[in-house]
């Protein structure tokens, strides 16, 4: 199973701290205040995520009746391979407000594998409830698990809307693992997130976004202690 280095996670502050400097100096000299955009994170992984061949589908409640649901299952040629489906109402409602990212080859929709830092609101989505993420005969653009079958992990791109019109989507991401035992192709969900409805949210991205004005008191605050450093390093 992947897990996160305390290394990518230094990474990933330096680019956040970087980020909210520059944003709040920006906020700083504009005077500008704006409220904050909230982002759900929940971490699944282990048993709980672990989505099997042949045993239907596992979701988790997203916003309002809306499900975000993975499942495995056979696609033509009796060969098994990843599936999975997204925007599943609870309702039984139609598929059109749920949909993941993603491209389409000939007759065959495939998933995206988004990078990290990626603008999820501005991805390609799928038309259908889902698409491939393994690979299989004929499904060979698949872009998580290829002909080696070596374990890989990658991202998910979604998008719902609870008004179920197509008109205030929400936007997330999930991280999942595929274990390379092939022809299965077994995987697990590791976390997932969500943001507000019409915001947009970055892969990765598991926390809200401070307003300009907090962060051009972070912008200040970081520049005092640059100036602290010099002023030591003077004397």
Known sequence: MSKYTRRDNLEVSKKRWAAYVAAGAAATLAGTQTAEADITH??????????????GQKSWALDGSVKLAFGNTALGGGTT?????GGIPSNGASLLFGHLAG?????????????????????????????TMAYG?????????????????GYVGFRFDTNANGTNFHFGWARVTLNG?????????????????????????????PEPGSLGCLALGALGLLASRRRRKAS
Do not use: C, H, Q, W
């Open 42 to 55: 929940v971490v699944v992984g282990g048993t709980d995520g672990a989505i099997t061949f042949g045993v």
């Open 81 to 85: 391979r990843g599936f999975a489906f």
């Open 103 to 131: 491209t389409t080859v000939g007759n065959y929709p495939y998933v995206a594998n988004m990078a990290l830092d990626a603008n999820v609101s501005t991805a390609a989505f799928l038309a259908g409830s889902g698409g």
């Open 137 to 153: 005969n004929g499904y060979g653009n698949d872009k998580f698990l290829n002909s080696s079958g070596s374990p890989t992990t």
């Open 181 to 209: 035992d092939t022809p299965k192709n077994t995987f697990v969900v590791e976390e997932y997130a969500y943001g507000d409805a019409g915001e947009s949210i970055k892969v990765g991205e598991i926390g809200a976004i």
